[in-house]
């Protein structure tokens, strides 16, 4: 099952990333991604903008809630 999802979730985020990131950093983005249920924010606000810092700050202050203030990702395969 996991796999699946990490699959999908590769294949959406390559699909709008317009630049290049380490091993490292696409590994941090998935975590992420699985974790949180949402990654197009981070992506198109910061990370396409070559704003790795803000990116990580953002990824590090969301604490398991979504922009929107729902819980997705994590939260929802608890539930």
């Known amino acids: 099952m996991m796999d699946i999802e990490l699959n999908r979730d590769s294949a959406e985020i390559n699909s709008i990333l317009t ?26 606000t910061f990370i396409n ?6 990116a990580v700050n953002e990824m590090m ?5 979504s922009i929107e203030g729902e819980c997705n990702g994590l939260c929802n395969r608890r539930n």
């Open 49 to 54: 903008k070559n704003d790795f810092i803000e």
């Open 61 to 65: 202050s969301n604490g398991g809630v």
């Open 19 to 44: 630049v290049n990131l380490s091993q490292n950093q696409m590994d941090a983005l998935l975590s992420y991604t699985y974790q949180e249920g949402e990654y197009s924010y981070i992506i198109n």
